[in-house]
């Protein structure tokens, strides 16, 4: 698959989840990233919560659903309210560290993202759409491959929950990033069954060796 390809398949990717998510419709910034986040707070701070049963179902339906497309692509499976119930018992004490994470994703994006088009200038943020947004302890952040484009997801809460609320997240994003660089020169490597154990090897061994080097 050329890269010509890969722009256009990415480019028809982001609009069709936009169409699906109208919160990403209005909130695609330059640089191909996409912020789910401040429709998540919304639901999340609409009173009054009920019980946790109709607060994970309130969550289901007008967050969940209008972003549907997006969910589905980052590889999370079935997002039950149940589910999402298990998820607000554990993660109320994280929520303030969730939002003050938030609240400065994009300067430390931004900061990442430099620091790696300067050792990987041919990287393209248009073919790896990134996704800031909740995964309901599901991942941190990865790429998925879908539908032949190579998405970023990255997961707030995973990121405090795995991390921790002051982590230095610079090796956690180069060694995603490369993924997506590596998936943008090698398609075949990220389109393939990521099972096979050569590509385990192969492609988280890189990753963590280029993630080294650039954070000695």
């Known amino acids: 698959m050329s890269t010509k390809d890969l722009s256009r398949r990415a480019l028809v990717a982001g609009l ?12 695609v910034r330059a640089g191909g990233v996409v912020d789910l986040m401040p429709g998540f707070w919304r639901v999340m701070d609409a009173t009054p919560h009920g019980t946790p049963a109709e607060w994970a179902q309130r969550i289901a339906d007008d967050y969940l659903r209008p972003n549907a497309a997006v969910f589905g692509a980052a590889g999370l499976g079935k997002v039950t309210p149940a589910r999402i119930e298990r998820w607000l018992g554990q993660v109320a ?38 996704y800031f947004m909740p995964s309901f302890f599901g991942f941190d952040a990865h790429l998925e491959p879908h539908d032949g484009v190579l998405p970023l997801f990255v997961g707030l809460d995973g990121i405090v929950r795995y991390h921790g609320a002051d982590a230095n997240l610079a090796v956690l994003l180069s060694h995603e990033l490369f ?5 943008q020169r090698s398609p075949s490597v990220a389109l393939e069954d990521p099972e096979r154990i050569y590509k385990v090897l192969w492609a988280e061994g890189l990753a963590t060796y280029v993630s080294e080097r650039m954070n000695p």
């Open 179 to 183: 993924h997506c660089e590596h998936a």
């Open 16 to 27: 069709l989840f936009s169409g699906v998510a109208q919160e990403a419709l209005s909130a």
């Open 93 to 130: 004490p994280l929520l303030p560290a969730i939002r003050k994470l938030d609240s400065g994703i994009d300067a430390i994006w931004s900061a990442n993202m430099q620091v790696f088009r300067r050792a990987f200038p041919a990287f393209d943020p248009k073919i790896s759409p990134t």
